[in-house]
């Protein structure tokens, strides 16, 4: 059994974030070793892993965003989900790390640790997945309901990207298994910075 945690750990940019733990090593240094033994060419080239941002955090730029991973979070079914994002756009249209969660009674595994590559997805289908358009009436009910709007979006299009795993280049197939009560304290603990 591995142990899951929150501590805060520098990044290159000269301040601390909290990122998971696991077995006391923070993810971003595990994926940062991944990388660099890693063989794969389709790797884009990275400076440092070092900085992503906590995609559970509440600095994520988009409220809808952050509605979409927590249900991610909550599902009972085997997803992929979002655990790092770019710290610069912090949100989930630039690089995006994630890892495939399996859940059962007492246990909570993680079989996969992957970049999101959505081959064929676009902003234009993307714009047609979330509330249906009528004209003047529609931009104005999204501009209105943004954080609604980017929800559905999420819902209905970005995740049938994100649960299939040939969008996903796959870093390390850790299979880590935490207890289930140690996993949701670290959901819970990034619950309470969101201020939604």
Same mark, same amino acid.
């Given at each position: 059994?591995?142990? *899951?945690? *929150?501590?805060?750990?520098?990044?290159?940019? #000269?301040?601390? =974030?909290? +990122? $998971?733990? *696991?077995?006391?090593?923070?993810? /971003?240094?595990?994926?940062?070793?991944?990388?660099? !033994?890693? &063989?794969?060419?389709?790797?884009?080239?990275? &400076? @440092? $892993? &070092?900085?992503? +941002?906590?995609?559970?955090?509440?600095?994520?730029?988009?409220?809808?965003?952050?509605?979409?991973?927590? !249900?991610?979070?909550? @599902?009972?079914?085997?997803?992929?989900?979002?655990? $790092?994002?770019?710290?610069?756009?912090?949100?989930?249209?630039?690089? /995006?790390?994630?890892? &495939?969660?399996?859940?059962?009674?007492?246990?909570?595994?993680?079989?996969?640790?992957?970049?999101?590559?959505?081959? #064929?997805?676009?902003?234009?289908?993307?714009?047609? @997945?979330?509330?249906?358009?009528?004209? =003047?009436?529609?931009?104005?009910?999204?501009? =209105?309901?943004?954080?609604?709007?980017?929800?559905?979006?999420?819902?209905?299009?970005?995740?049938? %990207?994100?649960?299939?795993?040939?969008?996903?280049?796959?870093?390390?197939?850790?299979?880590?298994? %935490?207890?289930?009560?140690?996993? =949701?304290?670290?959901?819970? %603990? +990034?619950?309470?910075?969101?201020?939604?």
């Amino acid at each position: 059994m591995n142990h *899951i945690d *929150i501590c805060a750990a520098p990044t290159p940019h #000269g301040y601390s =974030e909290d +990122y $998971l733990t *696991i077995d006391g090593i923070p993810i /971003v240094d595990c994926l940062e070793q991944w990388v660099s !033994e890693s &063989k794969h060419d389709a790797l884009p080239p990275l &400076k @440092s $892993l &070092k900085g992503l +941002y906590p995609a559970w955090g509440p600095e994520m730029m988009c409220r809808g965003e952050r509605l979409f991973i927590q !249900e991610l979070l909550q @599902s009972p079914l085997t997803q992929n989900v979002p655990i $790092l994002v770019c710290e610069d756009d912090l949100d989930l249209s630039c690089l /995006v790390i994630v890892a &495939k969660v399996r859940k059962e009674a007492e246990t909570v595994h993680w079989d996969g640790i992957g970049l999101f590559q959505p081959v #064929g997805m676009n902003n234009e289908d993307e714009a047609m @997945s979330g509330m249906l358009r009528f004209g =003047e009436r529609w931009r104005g009910w999204v501009s =209105e309901r943004w954080d609604e709007e980017r929800l559905m979006r999420c819902r209905n299009y970005v995740n049938r %990207f994100l649960q299939r795993d040939e969008n996903i280049l796959w870093i390390a197939h850790p299979g880590w298994r %935490f207890e289930k009560r140690a996993w =949701e304290q670290c959901v819970s %603990f +990034y619950q309470s910075l969101v201020r939604d």
